[in-house]
Structures are given as C-alpha cells and as structure tokens.
C-alpha cells in the first residue's frame, strides 16, 4: 500500500512539474488559478535570469524581449543543463534569423562553449566564422593566447 500511494505522489509531482515549466495540463486536485500564476512566475523568474546572463539580447530586441522569450519558453522548458546560458542559446536559436548583432553574440557563445545535450562545457579553445548581411567574421580562441576576432568587409 506504501509503495501505490509513492507511485502516485511521484506521479502527481511530474504532472505538476511539467504543468509549471513545460505549459503541460493541469493535474487533477491542484487549483488551477494558483498552478498558473505559479507558471507564470517561473517564466518570469527564467527571463530575468537570462536578461542579467545575455543582458545584449534584450538590449538589442528591445520591446519585444519579453514577448519574444514569452513566446520561446511556453514551448521550450529549461535545457537539460539547467543553465541560463545554454537557455539562451536556446533562444537565440528558436529566433531563426536575427540582425547581425544577435548573430556576434551566438558566435561568441560558441566560441566560447559546447552545448551537449546534458551540461554546458568550456570549450579550450575553437574556431568560429559567419557570413553576416553587412560583415564576415572570424573568432578563434586559444589557449592562454586569449580570442582575436577579425572583421572583413562584404564586399
């Protein structure tokens, strides 16, 4: 009897979890007002999180960050690396095309970082390059050497 009545509060807490981050239905018993107030919360509480680790992003999206990243996490829970940054990688992804200023800072995140699909790991060093509408951009980085970025014209 011990082990059914654990079944089903383990199962009740993944419904409520997934209904809290992953805009999943409403587990029966939990007030419905409460669960999404708390959902919305978390998303909140997500995007400030992002805004303070890509405080670019919103700068450069403006207005529209907060509908924008609204929009991203109803349909993409956190990564499963649980990181702010992976999150906003994330999300410079789900954007698609972007300006070029958006594009240097997802370049720059990849430079520096491999997003695995289970943790975020410090890349030693990498090569990263992108043809953007106005500029072409090469970024290496090396070990104790630092990162050098190089600009070249479009033309």
């Known amino acids: 009897m011990l082990t059914e009545a654990r079944s089903r509060l383990a199962q009740a807490q993944t419904d409520l979890v997934r209904a809290l981050v992953a805009q999943g239905p409403i587990p029966g018993g939990f ?5 999404k107030a708390a959902a919305r919360a978390l998303v909140s ?17 403006g207005g529209a960050f907060v509908s924008r990243f609204d929009e991203y996490a ?37 430079l520096r970082f491999l997003d695995t699909p289970t943790r975020l790991r410090r890349r030693r060093w990498g090569i990263q390059y992108a043809r953007l509408a106005n500029v ?18 479009a033309n």
Request: hydrophobic letters at 50%.
């Open 31 to 35: 007030d419905e007002a409460r669960v």
């Open 45 to 61: 509480k997500r995007r400030q999180s992002l805004m303070r680790a890509w405080p670019r992003i919103a700068k450069l999206l």
């Open 74 to 110: 109803a349909s993409h829970p956190l990564p499963a690396s649980a990181s702010t940054l992976a999150d906003g990688r994330a999300f410079l992804r789900w954007l698609g095309s972007m300006s070029d200023e958006l594009a240097v800072e997802a370049l720059s995140f990849d």
């Open 136 to 153: 072409r951009v090469l970024a290496v980085r090396i070990p104790w050497l630092g990162e050098r970025w190089w600009r070249f014209s």
